[in-house]
C-alpha cells in the first residue's frame, strides 16, 4: 500500500502500520501516552511523534479522530462516516 489512504464509496480508509494500530488500540483502551511508551520501551515524545505523523499523513485533525477512525474502519465498532458528511477541514 502505498501511505495514501482509499477511497471508495466515498469513504476514505486509513492505512495505519501495526504500531499505529497497537497505538490506536491502547489509546482507545485508555491508556495515556507515558503508559504506552513504557509498554513499548519508548520515550513520550517518540510516542507523541507517531501519533502525530499518522494523523498528518491521514488527515485526522486530532488524536480523538485518528482513534475514531481506527475504530471505524479496523474495528467495526461504528460506521464509517462518508468524507462528504464532515464539516471542511
Avoid: N
Amino acid at each position: 500500500m502505498s501511505g495514501v489512504p482509499q477511497q471508495e464509496s466515498g469513504v476514505t480508509y486509513l492505512e495505519l502500520s501495526p504500531r499505529e494500530k497497537r497505538v490506536c488500540q491502547m489509546l482507545a483502551d485508555g491508556l495515556d501516552l507515558p503508559k504506552i511508551a513504557e509498554e513499548f520501551g519508548v520515550s513520550y515524545d517518540a510516542v507523541r511523534h507517531w501519533i502525530t505523523r499518522a494523523m498528518q499523513r491521514e488527515r485526522c485533525p486530532s488524536s480523538l479522530r485518528l482513534v475514531v477512525r481506527y475504530l471505524q474502519e479496523y474495528c467495526g465498532v461504528l460506521d464509517p462516516i462518508p468524507e462528504s458528511a464532515l464539516p471542511e477541514r
